[in-house]
């Protein structure tokens, strides 16, 4: 009966705020107070009542501990360092009140033993801290399972640019440049495939040789008109072959040092590098990078990738000076949570 009551009060109420001239304001608030009378909540009952995330929502993320090879590319790729990897102990540990929840890790695990869990950690007065025990064979640096059957091998396609010793994370490759040798050590080699994803020439894997990548003809060139002298080419070559002068807008190669890995090609944002002198036209208007803000989490991969410093992460807040932006598009490569594109300037 006084639920009934209450709410009788509450409609007169209302009507009567309806009532009141319009100037004053309080028709739009009546018709708030009405509206509220037959509809759910805005509020939570939380923790009281659990709340129901959505399924893609980005939570905690969760770690298949028995799959895990501790190859460490997660915490290499972690942009607020929030993941250690203990090889030698066996452990895997994640600080749950440093993780920005963008996924970056997830994205990169070689063994897709990572995931991101709807469901958040719960609030707490510490800072949480979970560790995670990884396999034996893993701590010790042996071999894992998971569809890499045989040693890892490199084929005579070989350019010896060195990336794939860069990308490994158990330090179990070496390469001598002016040698001409690779060499391996299957003791410490975890099988994560980094290695192979990242060589240009794709001879190296697992059992066998690879299959033979197409050789490339003619000098390094680039198309001066379309480049904006980011300096991605220069600052990715493996040779130091390449010297990018913003300032002055030039741009150098080193024919005896460029090795022809191609990683310059792959990573040129305006694509105007080529092999031979043919390069493929790029868009002549110039374009400065946008961010979503309902997507970004703001982690700061952006602002750290960013050649031209144009780009500045506080906190909740993303800025860009258009003014210095070269529209490279590298922050897009980096951006874990796919938040930012390409606009006109």
Do not use: H
């Amino acid at each position: 009966m006084s639920k009934l009551v209450i709410l009788i009060v509450i409609v007169v109420a209302a009507l009567l705020c309806m009532i009141i001239p319009a100037r004053l304001g309080f028709f739009k608030f009546g018709k708030t107070i009405l509206g509220s009378v037959f509809r759910k909540p805005a509020t939570l009952m939380y923790p009281v009542v659990p709340r129901e995330w959505q399924e893609r929502t980005r939570g905690a993320v969760a770690i298949d501990g028995p799959n895990c090879i501790g190859c460490g590319i997660c915490a290499n790729v972690c942009p607020t360092d929030a993941i250690e990897v203990d090889k030698a102990e066996g452990k895997w540990t994640i600080q749950r009140m440093q993780c920005v929840q963008c996924s970056a890790c997830v994205d990169n695990c070689p063994k897709k033993c990572l995931t991101m869990e709807n469901q958040y950690t719960e609030p707490d007065v510490i800072k949480v801290v979970d560790t995670f025990e990884i396999p034996a064979k893993a701590a010790a640096g042996g071999a894992a399972s998971g569809g890499t059957d045989g040693d890892l091998t490199c084929a005579d396609t070989c350019v010896f640019c060195g990336l794939c010793v860069k990308a490994c994370p158990a330090d179990a490759i070496k390469v001598d440049r002016k040698a001409k040798t690779w060499e391996v050590d299957t003791d410490a080699c975890v099988k994560c495939g980094a290695c192979i994803d990242k060589c240009p020439k794709k001879s190296l894997s697992f059992g066998s040789a690879a299959a033979a990548a197409p050789a490339e003809d003619g000098s390094l060139t680039c198309d001066m008109e379309a480049c904006v002298f980011c300096g991605l080419c220069a600052k990715n070559c493996p040779a130091d072959a390449l010297e990018v002068d913003r300032k002055a807008k030039s741009w150098k190669v080193d024919e005896d040092a460029c090795v022809k890995c191609g990683v310059c090609i792959d990573k040129c944002p305006k694509k105007c590098l080529g092999f031979g002198g043919e390069t493929p036209a790029a868009p002549a208007k110039k374009s400065v990078a946008a961010v979503d803000e309902e997507k970004c989490v703001y982690c700061a991969a952006c602002e750290n990738e960013c050649e031209a410093e144009a780009i500045k992460v506080d906190g909740t807040e993303w800025k860009l000076d258009e003014e210095k932006c070269m529209g490279c598009e590298a922050c897009i490569d980096v951006c874990p949570a796919d938040a930012i594109s390409m606009k006109e300037a």
